[in-house]
């Protein structure tokens, strides 16, 4: 373990001096070195306040190489999807960095996947999905 508190397999310090963990930089001492907080108890605004300060910019960068734009609506989805499911948050499975992004990462296929539904939907000149398939 080092000092951020992970394994030194994990975090590398490139040239510029920064910490990489998992192709993220983290700042010595920043939001990746908090204690652990408890999401589900606690005042949620207060709570998801400290979240959202601590990981909106890293979930803002890790969306935006994917989707542009779109980021914007993506974390902000997040954070309410988030605050929606916290009482089924486990604290002993992740920490809430991983738990975040994983719901980030879920809206992320969501949006994929609506967005070739619209395609289809436009090749197909506004039909359904079930006028497209022919019956046996």
Not at 75 to 100: C, H, I, N
Request: net charge neutral; glycine share 12%.
């Amino acid at each position: 373990m080092d000092h951020l508190g992970l394994p030194a397999a994990v975090n590398v310090q490139d040239r510029s001096g920064q910490y990489m963990v998992m192709g993220a930089v983290v700042e010595p001492g920043g939001a990746e070195a908090m204690a652990p907080l408890d999401v589900r108890s606690g005042d949620p605004a207060t709570v998801f306040a400290s979240l959202f300060d601590a990981h909106a910019s890293g979930l803002h960068r890790y969306l935006s190489r994917r989707v542009g734009a779109v980021a914007d609506d993506l974390v902000a989805e997040t954070f309410l999807a988030g605050m929606a499911s916290r009482e089924g948050y486990d604290q002993s499975k992740a920490d809430p960095r991983a738990w975040l992004y994983g719901i980030a990462t879920n809206l992320l296929r969501r949006h994929f996947r609506q967005e070739v539904r619209g395609l289809c939907d436009r090749e197909s000149g506004g039909r359904g999905h079930h006028q497209r398939v022919r019956p046996r």
